[in-house]
């Protein structure tokens, strides 16, 4: 069975600071990693997947994420948060046809 | 905009009921899936389908079904509905299916069971 943790149910940071959304998981095999994000009454919006290759992969508005095999982690990262970056934001595992997501992370950033 | 296109947005019914949502996948897209988000229980994977078939089944309730046609828009149907049932369903298409695709998420139907 695989499995999805987002430990933080809420980050909160000022516009300007990084930020960083922790997720880790469990999966036979090799990962396929997502993050999406959903802004209220929408659906979810694809930002980044990690696939293979390098550990570290870009996606849409600035963010990125670290892929770290050893400590089954991939964390959300931005350098400088934007007030717009508020939302919710869930990363998934995918594997046999199965995706799975977390809880969710609401970030709030503030001016 | 996905591309992804769900219809009701909302739908209010009462206990006992059945109720049928629908789901255009993006032109191009041979697979859809289904899911349930509700406040206790996260996002809940439902149902896989890829050009018809069944692909993949997650914690879809026996009082729940789907399928895709062959003009591959897809329905999610519910049956004897309970309070609980009432949730944001959403529907997401993907080009081929497999662990790597993307999902394109609709809008969602928010159900209200009464």
């Known amino acids: 069975a695989q499995s999805v943790a987002q430990p933080e149910d809420q980050v909160n940071v000022a516009e300007g600071n990084p930020l960083t959304v922790k997720c880790t998981y469990s999966v036979s095999g090799n990962p396929y990693l997502f993050w999406y994000v959903q802004y209220p009454n929408r659906g979810l919006q694809f930002l980044l997947k990690y696939i293979t290759g390098d550990n570290l992969v870009k996606g849409s508005y600035g963010f990125e994420a670290e892929f770290n095999k050893s400590q089954t982690s991939f964390h959300l990262k931005k350098p400088s948060a934007l007030v717009s970056d508020s939302a919710l934001y869930f990363c998934?595992?995918?594997?046999?046809?199965?995706?799975?997501f977390g809880d969710g992370t609401t970030l709030t950033v503030k001016p | 905009d996905s591309g992804v296109t769900q219809t009701p947005k909302h739908l209010i019914t009462a206990t006992g009921q059945r109720v049928t949502l629908r789901c255009s996948p993006r032109?191009?897209?041979?697979?859809v899936y289904w899911y349930q988000q509700s406040l206790d229980q996260g996002l809940q994977f439902l149902i896989q389908y890829y050009n018809g078939e069944e692909r993949a089944k997650g914690n879809i309730l026996e009082r729940f079904s789907a399928q895709q046609f062959p003009d591959l828009h897809s329905e999610l149907n519910l049956s004897s509905l309970e309070l609980g049932d009432s949730a944001l369903y959403f529907c997401?298409?993907?080009?081929?299916?497999?662990?790597?695709?993307?999902?394109?998420f609709g809008a969602g139907t928010r159900l209200s069971v009464l």
């Open positions: 998934a595992v995918s594997n046999a046809g199965k995706s799975t």
């Open positions: 997401a298409s993907s080009v081929a299916g497999v662990a790597g695709n993307i999902q394109y």
């Open positions: 032109s191009g897209d041979l697979s």
